[in-house]
């Protein structure tokens, strides 16, 4: 009896053996046929450039957008303001510029020539005084500190008349060129103003320029948006690939511009591939031994795009290479 069971599990343990080694040779075998590729697909973010409360969100999740929809808008009234603080600005430049163009008015210009007259009229007046005080003193009639009050007074009466006579030349004569140059640069320089706060409200309204389907919406209307954070993602699956990795032994089969055929289990269709990227990987755990005392092979990246256009795949499907019937 006791030799019977010993038989038996004896018999049974052999049978295990077998099957784990039959299990391990159909894995070796297999893995050195197929290779997995994982469908990827360019993933764009879209935000601002300028912060904001997210105004309205104009797409959901999974939607499909073209270049020039509208994504998001944002609110902001600190531009509103700064815009009109620029139009503020560029009316008190306007103006300026306009007064230096045009010079001095009419009434300013008469009002100019009286007080020239009046200056040249006291100017006179001072003299006439000074000559009769002149001859007073020559007769000893006046002291020589009444003489030298005349003449101060007649000096200070014609400085006046000198003076009023420039202003009423400048008044006549415009205004100089480079006032006017300058007053036109002040007015340039307001109105860059406001067309850098023009840009900035342009980026309140935000739209795409690729086309893809919505992933995921990580700001919601009402939050705050940062400057350069992503509001909406999108992904653009017309650019989608397939990425796997193969070793140097199997890169002869894959180099850029080879042909293959791959099978995705998703769609349960065999289509055809193009190589368009080798790239070899890091050294972080990219070697292989093929044997034990044989040389190491390195482990390269390789993406392939479909010949013709593919319907409903989506990033993270998978497709089964198979390294015997690939290339046929």
Same mark, same amino acid.
């Given at each position: 009896?006791?030799?019977?069971?010993?038989?038996?599990?004896?018999?049974?343990?052999?049978?295990?053996?077998?099957?784990?080694?039959?299990?391990?040779?159909?894995?070796?075998?297999?893995?050195?046929?197929?290779?997995?590729?994982?469908?990827?697909?360019?993933? *764009?973010?879209?935000?601002?450039?300028?912060?904001?409360?997210?105004?309205? *969100?104009?797409?959901?999740?999974?939607?499909?957008?073209?270049?020039?929809?509208?994504?998001?808008?944002?609110?902001?009234?600190?531009?509103?303001?700064?815009?009109?603080?620029?139009?503020?600005?560029?009316?008190?430049?306007?103006?300026?510029?306009?007064?230096?163009?045009?010079?001095?008015?009419?009434?300013?210009?008469?009002?100019?020539?009286?007080?020239?007259?009046?200056?040249?009229?006291?100017?006179?007046?001072?003299?006439?005084?000074?000559?009769?005080?002149? #001859?007073?003193?020559?007769?000893?009639?006046?002291?020589?500190?009444?003489?030298?009050?005349?003449?101060?007074?007649?000096?200070?009466?014609?400085?006046?008349?000198?003076?009023?006579?420039?202003?009423?030349?400048?008044?006549?004569?415009?205004?100089?060129?480079?006032?006017?140059?300058?007053?036109?640069?002040?007015?340039?320089?307001?109105?860059?103003?406001?067309?850098?706060?023009?840009?900035?409200?342009?980026?309140?309204?935000?739209?795409? #320029?690729?086309?893809?389907?919505?992933?995921?919406?990580? *700001?919601?209307?009402?939050?705050?948006?940062?400057?350069?954070?992503?509001?909406?993602?999108?992904?653009?699956?017309?650019?989608?690939?397939?990425?796997?990795?193969?070793?140097?032994?199997?890169?002869?089969?894959?180099?850029?511009?080879?042909?293959?055929?791959?099978?995705?289990?998703?769609?349960?269709?065999?289509?055809?591939?193009?190589?368009?990227?080798?790239?070899?990987?890091?050294?972080?755990? #990219?070697?292989?031994?093929?044997?034990?005392?044989?040389?190491?092979?390195?482990?390269?990246?390789?993406?392939?795009?479909?010949?013709?256009?593919?319907?409903?795949?989506?990033?993270?499907?998978?497709?089964?290479?198979?390294?015997?019937?690939?290339?046929?």
């Amino acid at each position: 009896m006791k030799r019977t069971t010993s038989i038996i599990t004896a018999l049974y343990i052999a049978a295990l053996v077998a099957f784990i080694g039959y299990g391990y040779f159909l894995q070796s075998n297999s893995a050195d046929h197929l290779l997995q590729a994982t469908v990827e697909a360019p993933e *764009i973010r879209i935000s601002a450039k300028i912060p904001g409360r997210v105004e309205s *969100i104009s797409v959901r999740e999974g939607q499909t957008v073209a270049p020039g929809d509208l994504i998001f808008t944002l609110e902001s009234p600190e531009l509103i303001a700064k815009r009109e603080q620029a139009l503020a600005l560029i009316e008190a430049k306007s103006a300026l510029k306009d007064r230096a163009v045009r010079g001095a008015r009419d009434e300013e210009v008469a009002m100019a020539k009286d007080n020239m007259l009046q200056a040249q009229t006291a100017s006179e007046l001072a003299q006439k005084s000074l000559t009769r005080l002149s #001859n007073l003193f020559n007769d000893g009639l006046v002291p020589e500190q009444k003489l030298d009050e005349a003449k101060a007074q007649a000096n200070a009466a014609n400085f006046a008349m000198q003076a009023a006579t420039q202003r009423y030349q400048m008044a006549t004569n415009g205004t100089d060129q480079e006032l006017i140059s300058a007053a036109e640069s002040d007015l340039r320089a307001a109105e860059g103003v406001l067309a850098e706060v023009d840009a900035a409200m342009a980026e309140t309204r935000i739209s795409s #320029n690729k086309s893809g389907e919505v992933t995921s919406v990580l *700001i919601h209307e009402g939050e705050i948006s940062p400057a350069g954070f992503p509001v909406v993602t999108l992904v653009n699956l017309d650019d989608a690939y397939i990425r796997f990795h193969v070793s140097e032994d199997q890169l002869s089969d894959f180099n850029k511009g080879a042909s293959f055929n791959a099978y995705l289990p998703a769609l349960d269709v065999t289509e055809r591939f193009t190589v368009d990227f080798v790239s070899a990987m890091g050294d972080y755990a #990219n070697w292989r031994a093929t044997k034990p005392g044989e040389y190491d092979l390195k482990t390269f990246e390789v993406h392939a795009r479909p010949q013709i256009p593919l319907q409903n795949w989506r990033a993270g499907m998978s497709a089964v290479i198979n390294l015997a019937e690939s290339h046929s």
